[in-house]
């Protein structure tokens, strides 16, 4: 037997329970907040005692025949590197919630309530650990909630040490579940949609939280290790990369009616703009119908997109492929000016950009920052 040790914590190994439970209560906190926006909807929060590790559920007793729950789940992806490179944590919750609750709508779902995990190396030394840095994602979760009409329920967080890696000190990576309802009658399955219906861009300014890796690849190799410190424009690469996603749920929601919602516009399909880009994305949706689509209008990329297309040589087919290019999401409709009008409303830039087609494929007006082709056809 070997000789027998004494005195080894589970805080020598790298976990501060108390800390970790200090920190839990902070995000749980911030989530309760967020539990107003189901107030009187679908996936009301019912809480039977108030505690951060306690019990908390949602009545769907008597829910009508044709109920559908959805369940999706994503992450930030590498963005979160960003955030440590620039050591600001406020927005990245909107990219969170914007992966998970706008992928809920490609369906016909209403999102309702969002999960969370947060992995971390560790909270920080006892002297002085990271409670800003968790506070400010906790201010996010808020914000970014309101945005996409959500409670979110929890507060996790796990301290794994080095197997979360990253910049700089506070490595964390964040992960989300979403549950929508959906009346299964009201489901977007593809084959809502009809030759000569609208496509409505909805505008994004930033990255998304897709394409990442390549944005980081091509900025590595052109502007050194520390390229967030590098400008554009006057303004900070590092801030223009973590320009947070643009949370469309609230609104779309509203055009199609949700769950039990009157709705305000004929919605025949959303496609939400991440991974895969134009051509991927709203080649799925289209698949079903077997139509095509011209895009003749689309939004212009940011120019962070051009900047990096310009300096790394990435083809404009590719950049097409990798990132939203100016729309994070598509409605397809037959009430173009109602969809537009309902978008302004809640602060999103609309415009038809396209109509669908009975020819197949996409072809796209390119404004990539190469243009040697007028048009690129997928």
């Known amino acids: 037997m070997p000789e027998e040790k004494k005195g080894m914590t589970y805080a020598d190994a790298g976990v501060n329970v108390e800390l970790g439970d200090e920190v839990s ?44 729950i959805h369940l999706g789940f994503d992450g930030i992806g590498t963005k979160v590197e960003i955030a440590q490179r620039c050591s600001y944590f406020r927005t990245v919750a909107h990219d969170l919630l914007a992966m998970v609750c706008d992928d809920a709508l490609v369906r016909g779902a209403e999102p309702a309530l969002v999960g969370t995990i947060i992995d971390v190396n560790f909270l920080g030394p006892k002297e002085n650990p990271f409670r800003q840095q968790v506070n400010h994602l906790a201010q996010g979760y808020i914000e970014a909630a309101d945005a996409a009409n959500v409670a979110i329920f929890n507060g996790e967080v796990a301290e794994l040490g080095d197997l979360v890696g990253g910049f700089g000190d506070f490595h964390f990576n964040w992960g989300a579940a979403v549950i929508g309802y959906a009346r299964k009658d009201r489901m977007f399955t593809g084959r809502e949609i009809k030759p000569g219906d609208f496509l409505v861009g909805l505008a994004e300014y930033g990255m998304r939280s897709n394409g990442i890796s390549l944005l980081r690849k091509a900025l590595t190799q052109s502007n050194g290790k520390n390229w967030h410190d590098s400008t554009l424009d006057g303004q900070s690469i590092g801030m223009l990369a973590l320009t947070p996603s643009t949370i469309y749920s609230k609104a779309v929601v509203e055009m199609f009616g949700g769950y039990d919602g009157e709705p305000k516009a004929v919605v025949h399909g959303f496609a939400h703009i991440t991974g895969g880009g134009l051509p991927g994305k709203l080649g799925r949706v289209l698949k079903p119908s077997g139509l095509g689509a011209d895009i003749t209008d689309p939004f212009e990329p940011c120019k962070l997109m051009e900047y990096c297309q310009a300096i790394a040589g990435i083809e404009d087919r590719e950049a097409y492929r990798s990132w939203n290019m100016g729309q994070g999401g598509i409605v397809i409709t037959t009430e173009l000016d109602k969809v537009i009008e309902i978008a302004a409303s809640h602060g999103i830039d609309a415009k038809i950009i396209g109509q669908v087609t009975e020819q197949k494929g996409i072809r796209i007006k390119n404004n990539g920052y190469h243009k040697k082709e007028e048009v690129l056809d997928f």
């Open 25 to 68: 209560a902070m995000l749980y906190n911030a989530a309760k907040q967020t539990w107003k926006n189901r107030k009187g909807k679908i996936g009301e929060l019912v809480v039977p005692f108030d505690d951060f590790s306690g019990l908390r559920v949602t009545d769907v007793s008597g829910l009508p025949e044709g109920t559908i």
